[in-house]
């Protein structure tokens, strides 16, 4: 064997196994080879129990390197298996079928005596295999691991194209013993692509056509349809594992084109009590591309596996059951106030005074949409029916892809009504954002507008399909649509019973302007914690009017008991609200109250001489005006205040993960700026976003000189840290993200945020930044918000960056402006504008390294206004190394 990169020359082991295979004749003995770190053996330490690593096809025991070696650090001994037939095991020249590498798996774990807590973990068809010796060796399994596998292929739905042509006539064996073809394939998987040395690695035990013959005939054993000889064993362990209790750890990679997000949903559904974790940027070979070792570490310590007491129990049919299996740490915050759900207020109002005044309100190019509290209870109740119907029930999720408005409102609440979960991601993510989300969530129905319901198709998102208008009997069929939303409202009204408060009831998705969207789950409980802190809050309740520019506001409002009204714009792009839709929209329901975005609020200041004398005149009625989302500059407050003259402005703080966590008016903005003039304690360097609402409580974790947030939570002044949350309306978890949850709850009560901030000697809070944006240079941790602020009062400066370029601890400060004199190339700033910029930051304390000027900085959609300061530090770093020609 050839030295291996990442392996330990010493894990390297072979051992004869007797064979008990009914493809083997009696006595007959096979030569194995595996990696094994050892841990436990002789002198070496003791371990916590042992990971049995089982590899697919075309791989073999390498794949696990980073386990082994992960192994010796958390504890455990790590034995990674080479398949008979592959990798440096024994050719041994007979076709081995599911059922026989079970039963060889067995006969290896009896030969090296493995005892105690065993932890099978799997790839590919390794998955299988690990999985049917799981099935039938209980007494010592401790937990399941898995990576990209299957366990049931749909006799109605075709196995992976990859797959199928693999099986073909005259391409099977050329593909996959003759030629390396099938191997190459595989390996090209990897993202990024493999290092040489470890793509060598791979390949060095398959040299040979003779050697390759595994390869063809693990290829040959894919259970195809249920004629097919190993069909039967992979159904006997598909149905077995339902019943297995112990911990199980799904890892997956989306962009695979074999194990794709089917497999791991019926995976899920058939151990409901497995963790997930989505790497949503890996692919097949999901150890090569993301951090599968060490998650699977963590994973294991936080589940207590292999500890003396496991937190497992022997049921009287002797299954074991783990308690508490997906059980967060318990809040702080009380969470046992009276619960109302969410939609409670709709019949409320609509059987009472209030029942023929409108509740919701939708402006359209084809004019205004109004329901009643009373008609829009009705409307609910139908379409609840209706799904009921159709198969919607507790627990469905439903992907809504439709604009907010009358029939949004409608589905949301119907659904809620039934206990389906409610999935909402916004199109603002473009297509292929768009797209993960969906997938991601594997929703059981798709109910979306045309054009959702054309990306629906085009890009295979699961569900059954649901339009929102009618649709020809044609399109039905193209998009594969099931039913119309009047038609739902056809098959007669519901009343059920409602769902239970802490079941699932919802998966928003984040804006995804720090990295993939990141579905996060409220549950009924807290949704309806999420409405309270609103009403308490801010006063919004039965008998306010609210113009909801801001999407979360129109799932919240019929909540309130406020009436409601969508203006006419697109809420994907938020700069598309202009002042006469807003004054539209205001003057429709007489509106109290506005919540609209940044982005809106400027282009609705742009488009503000246009407005009428009676827009001009609805908007003087608004009391309340609210602007989130992103930092709201003072000037534009002033300039708002002007066209809505009667209006106290507030601009809250919070997140998908929370809704509200802080809020501040227009004249406590101001009181702030004085405190920090008048150099009060911890004020100034940041955005003022005010004190903790009523029910949450916020923390900081003070930031190391490598920019971590590694300090216990502190609320005293002055000190900058990761900011932390805790409320009854804070997020449950992310969707099949363990890991992320697991990083985000590691400071029980707490949820850590990933924005940084301090407090000041009043209370506020004051959020610097996002700590991956932290720039740790020589001199000290720099957060970049205030130094950014102070850039942006320069004349000719739109928008400022600034990023740390190179090693952490040692990283140039570098300012990236959005300048006039820019010009239409990136370029080093002008002498004048690079001046100015020093001094501004030398004021603070801060020495630039460097200043440059770009004609437009990258800012997300849906804001247009948080920018994306990893990707400006990438930029400016291969720019000042020379490569002028990379685009920003």
Same mark, same amino acid.
């Given at each position: ?495 059920? +019973?409602? %769902?239970?408060? $802490? *079941?699932? /009831? @919802?998966?928003?998705? &984040?804006?995804?302007?720090?990295? =993939? #969207? ?60 202009? +002042?006469? %839709?807003?004054? $539209? *929209?205001? /003057? @429709?329901?007489?509106? &109290?109250?506005?919540?609209?975005? =940044? #982005? ?66 227009? *004249? ?221």
């Amino acid at each position: 064997m050839v030295a291996l990169p990442g392996v330990d020359p010493s894990w390297s082991t072979y051992i004869d196994v007797p064979s008990s295979s009914a493809a083997d004749a009696p006595g007959t003995s096979h030569r194995w080879h595996y990696l094994d770190n050892g841990l436990g053996q002789d002198d070496t330490g003791s371990a916590r129990g042992t990971l049995l690593c089982v590899h697919g096809n075309p791989t073999w025991s390498y794949l696990w390197r980073t386990y082994l070696a992960a192994g010796l650090e958390a504890g455990w001994r790590v034995i990674a298996v080479d398949q008979l037939d592959m990798g440096y095991s024994e050719r041994t020249g007979v076709f081995r079928r599911l059922e026989h590498r079970i039963t060889d798996l067995e006969d290896f774990v009896a030969a090296v005596g493995l005892s105690g807590p065993v932890v099978t973990v799997g790839h590919d068809w390794g998955g299988v295999i690990s999985l049917g010796y799981a099935n039938r060796n209980r007494d010592d399994l401790a937990a399941v691991i898995l990576t990209n596998t299957a366990i049931h292929q749909d006799p109605d739905r075709p196995i992976p194209a990859p797959l199928r042509l693999a099986l073909a006539p005259g391409v099977h064996g050329l593909g996959t013993r003759t030629s390396t073809a099938f191997l190459d394939v595989t390996l090209s998987l990897a993202r990024p692509a493999l290092d040489r040395a470890v793509r060598r690695a791979f390949r060095d035990p398959y040299r040979t056509p003779a050697a390759r013959q595994g390869i063809a005939n693990f290829v040959s054993d894919i259970p195809a349809d249920p004629s097919h000889p190993s069909y039967g064993a992979l159904t006997t362990t598909a149905e077995g594992i339902r019943s297995l209790g112990v911990p199980v750890l799904l890892m997956w990679g989306p962009h695979d084109p074999i194990f794709s997000d089917p497999y791991l949903e019926d995976l899920a559904r058939r151990m409901p009590h497995a963790d997930i974790h989505r790497f949503e940027r890996a692919g097949h070979l999901v150890q090569e591309d993301a951090p599968t070792a060490s998650t699977a570490m963590e994973w294991l310590g936080n589940r207590s596996v292999g500890e003396s007491r496991s937190g497992t129990e022997r049921d009287d049919a002797g299954l074991d059951i783990q308690q508490d299996l997906q059980q967060d740490p318990p809040r702080s915050v009380q969470q046992d106030t009276a619960y109302l759900p969410l939609g409670a207020r709709i019949p409320e109002l609509a059987a009472g005074p209030a029942g023929t005044t409108t509740a919701v309100a939708e402006l359209t190019a084809a004019g205004t949409r109004t329901l009643s509290w009373r008609e829009l209870d009705d409307d609910i109740r139908a379409v609840a029916g209706g799904l009921t119907a159709l198969g919607f029930g507790a627990g469905s999720r439903v992907s809504l892809l439709v604009p907010p408005g009358v029939d949004l409102t409608v589905l949301i609440y119907a659904c809620l009504r039934i206990g389906a979960v409610i999935v909402v991601a916004d199109a603002g993510l473009g297509a292929r954002g768009l797209s993960r989300a969906v997938k991601g969530s594997a929703p059981d129905f798709v109910i979306g507008i045309e054009r959702a319901l054309l990306a629906a198709r085009a890009f295979g998102w699961p569900g059954r399909r649901i339009s929102v208008a009618p649709l020809s009997p044609v399109r039905r069929a193209a998009l594969r649509v099931e039913a119309s939303l009047n038609d739902l409202r056809a098959a007669g009204p519901a009343d059920p +019973a409602g %769902a239970a408060p $802490d *079941a699932d /009831a @919802a998966i928003l998705f &984040t804006s995804g302007s720090t990295g =993939p #969207a990141k579905g996060v789950v409220y549950t009924h409980r807290q949704l309806s914690a999420m409405r309270d802190a609103v009403e308490t809050t801010l006063g919004l309740g039965p008998g306010a009017a609210l113009v909801a520019g801001f999407a979360p506001f129109a799932l919240l409002g019929p909540a309130l008991g406020a009436t409601s009204v969508t203006p006419y714009m697109d809420v994907t792009t938020p700069g598309t609200l202009t +002042a006469q %839709a807003l004054a $539209d *929209a205001a /003057a @429709a329901v007489d509106a &109290t109250v506005v919540f609209a975005s =940044p #982005a809106a609020l400027r282009n609705v200041l742009t488009t503000s001489a246009d407005v009428t004398g009676l827009g001009r005149a609805a908007l003087g009625r608004i009391s309340l005006l609210l602007s989130a989302g992103a930092p709201v500059p003072v000037p534009l407050l002033d300039a708002v205040q002007d066209l809505v003259p009667s209006a106290v402005l507030h601009t809250p703080y919070g997140m998908t993960e929370s809704l509200l966590v802080a809020d501040i008016d227009l *004249a406590g903005i101001r009181t702030a700026a004085a405190a920090a003039a008048a150099g009060l304690e911890g004020a100034g360097n940041g955005v003022c976003v005010g004190r903790p609402v009523s029910g949450a409580r916020a923390a900081v974790s003070p930031l190391d000189g490598t920019g971590a947030a590694a300090g216990e939570p502190t609320t005293a002044p002055g000190v900058t840290g990761e900011i932390l949350v805790d409320a009854p309306h804070v997020k449950d978890r992310y969707f099949r993200l363990w890991r992320t949850q697991q990083e985000s709850s590691r400071t029980p009560p707490w949820h850590r945020t990933g924005d940084v901030g301090h407090f000041d000697a009043e209370g506020r809070l004051w959020v610097e930044g996002r700590l991956g944006h932290v720039v740790t240079a020589a001199g000290g941790v720099l957060t970049p918000v205030g130094l950014e602020q102070a850039l942006e009062e320069l004349d000719g400066v739109h928008l400022a960056a600034v990023v740390g370029v190179g090693p952490v601890g040692t990283q140039a400060v570098v300012a990236v402006l959005q300048a006039e004199t820019a010009g239409r190339h990136p370029r080093l700033a002008d002498p004048r504008l690079a001046a100015a910029a020093r001094a501004a930051a030398r004021d603070l304390g801060v020495d630039l390294a460097a200043v440059l000027a770009v004609p437009a900085l990258p800012v997300d959609i849906r804001h247009n206004a948080k920018i994306d300061r990893t990707r400006v530090a990438a930029w400016s770093g291969r720019f000042l190394s020379g490569d002028r020609a990379g685009s920003l």
